[in-house]
């Protein structure tokens, strides 16, 4: 079995099952993000009802544990458990077993051989950002726990995409780049990175009107949402294509 929390939180095996209760699905989805780590139980409590715990909420949270251990983490079939820990709960897991662990292999490999082998980093920081099936544990009702993984995983996910684009342009990929970019930038406006390697990538593809473009609408955007201007580096790229600076041809 395989549990999956960049998308919609999923177990894969023989068959994809879907948690379908609320409750019992933020339930397992802290315990999988916590994997092999006790959590007590007045953490749970937090992360299923917030300020307004119902009278017998530890009643409650152990028949949540039950059907958890009924339905869906069953020893027989993968060696998960869920044990009972002097503090509360704990999910005993592979760590293979867990998408996250893969996303962090892929994305350690890819640091380490950016500088070195960006072929190699870019497979790397690839395979790591497809990992992604969707806005992280969509539909569940974000306690500390999940809205902190959430936004943890989203910056992952966001520092692979700046990495994918980076060694892209490094070993002269840029006119393959500009499709996958100009949605990232879509979905990040306000990330001046992402928007600054989608300039390079269309000036290298000769595409000079349409990066200088690419930073006009950034610069709208920026003055509208945050009141500022584009950053240093922004503005010298857009100095140097306007100057059509040699430097910009030279990959690395």
């Known amino acids: 079995m395989r549990y999956e929390l960049l998308g919609p939180l999923r177990i894969v095996g023989e068959q994809t099952l879907i948690v379908t209760a609320p409750k019992v699905e933020n339930l397992l989805a802290g315990l999988v993000i916590r994997a092999n780590q006790p ?12 300020n307004e715990p119902p009278r017998r909420a530890r009643a409650a949270l152990h028949v949540y544990i039950s059907h958890l251990r009924k339905n869906y983490v069953q020893p027989a079939v993968d060696g998960a458990v869920i044990r009972t820990h002097v503090q509360g709960y ?35 920081f690839t395979g790591a950002a497809a990992l992604f099936r969707g806005p992280v544990l969509a539909g569940i009702n974000n306690g500390l726990i999940v809205s902190t993984f ?29 499709g996958d970019l100009s949605g990232w930038v879509d979905e990040y406006p306000l990330n001046e990175s992402l928007r600054e390697q989608l300039m390079l990538a269309l000036y290298r593809a000769g595409r000079r009107a349409e990066a200088l473009e690419v930073f006009q609408s950034g610069r709208q955007v920026l ?5 500022l201007d584009p950053r240093v580096t922004m503005r ?13 041809a030279i990959a690395g």
Do not use: M, Y
């Open 39 to 50: 959590i007590s139980t007045e953490e749970l409590i937090d992360e299923l009802w917030g």
């Open 90 to 124: 704990l999910l005993e897991v592979d760590k293979t077993a867990v998408d996250v662990h893969h996303l962090q292999t892929l994305h350690a490999e890819g640091r380490r051989f950016l500088d070195t082998e960006p072929e190699r980093a870019l497979r790397a």
């Open 150 to 178: 959430a936004r943890w995983a989203e910056e992952f996910r966001l520092e692979c995409l700046e990495a994918i684009a980076h060694c892209s342009l490094r070993v002269g990929r840029h006119r393959e780049l500009i």
């Open 223 to 227: 003055r509208e949402e945050l009141g």
């Open 236 to 248: 010298r790229l857009q100095f140097a294509i306007l100057e059509s600076n040699a430097d910009l």
